[in-house]
């Protein structure tokens, strides 16, 4: 049972917009930053969202993060086949004084 | 170009003791945060650990039963993670990984690739 909740899948067409949601409570996303991760099979994880928002340069501008109360949610636009992949979020919780992750989500490009 | 190499691992069993390293290179290593961060197989991601860059905060997952102890040697640029009391729950890929900004920010910037350690008899 993870800490933060993540659908277990979302899917959507090639050109859509998807959104994946990561709920969470004030100890953790409430207060501190979200970051997003993704898994490629077979590949270890990688950045794609940094303090809630912020992109590494090397990422598309398709990804975009959002923070709202204790809630996060990682948009991908313009989907292709090669975003076929589970996504994470994580973050520090502060009661726990541990490092938090989603149970990640499989994002099908249908 | 950052690089984080992870070895140490391998076949172990239940009961036994293990320490990985994570040799990184390409980056000012005494300046940053670590995470080891486990993955079981089919599983999803699972933080193990944090340190600091000077190792004076020292992070565990209450998760992980048997004991465990995090060290650095900033000189060698090196990272280890030792575990104990090894059960069959331990078998996973552990991933060293660089915290980009402050360790509780906890954005992971880059990743090694990874190294599988399987506790069996």
């Known amino acids: 049972q993870s800490v933060l909740t993540q659908p277990p899948s979302v899917s959507a067409a090639p050109g859509q917009k998807v959104t994946i949601s990561c709920s969470g409570s004030?100890?953790?996303?409430?207060?501190?930053?979200v970051s997003w991760y993704q898994q490629l099979p077979g590949t270890a994880p990688k950045l794609l969202i940094y303090?809630?928002?912020k992109r590494p340069s090397r990422i598309s501008d398709r990804f975009s993060g959002s923070k709202s109360g204790t809630s996060a949610t990682l948009a991908i636009t313009g989907l292709q086949t090669g975003d076929e992949a589970h996504y994470y979020c994580?973050?520090?919780?502060?009661?726990?004084?541990?490092?938090?992750f989603g149970g990640g989500t499989k994002l099908t490009v249908l | 170009e950052v690089q984080l190499v992870e070895s140490g691992g391998g076949l172990v069993n239940p009961g036994g003791s293990l320490r990985l390293s994570c040799a990184a290179s390409?980056?000012?290593?005494?300046?940053?945060?670590m995470n080891w961060v486990r993955q079981a197989p089919g599983k999803g991601l699972e933080w193990v650990s944090s340190?600091?860059?000077?190792?004076?905060?020292?992070y565990y997952a209450d998760s992980v039963k048997g004991p465990l102890t995090i060290s650095r040697d900033n000189a060698k640029n090196l990272l280890y993670l030792q575990m104990n009391s090894l059960t069959a729950e331990d078998t996973a890929v552990y991933y060293c990984?660089?915290?980009?900004?402050?360790?509780?920010?906890?954005?992971?910037?880059?990743w090694g690739q990874g190294i599988l350690v399987t506790v069996s008899s």
């Open positions: 004030s100890s953790n996303i409430g207060n501190n930053y």
């Open positions: 340190i600091s860059s000077s190792s004076s905060y020292k």
């Open positions: 994580g973050t520090w919780d502060s009661s726990l004084s541990a490092g938090v």
């Open positions: 303090d809630n928002n």
């Open positions: 990984a660089r915290v980009g900004g402050s360790l509780y920010a906890f954005g992971i910037d880059y």
């Open positions: 390409g980056f000012t290593f005494s300046s940053y945060s």
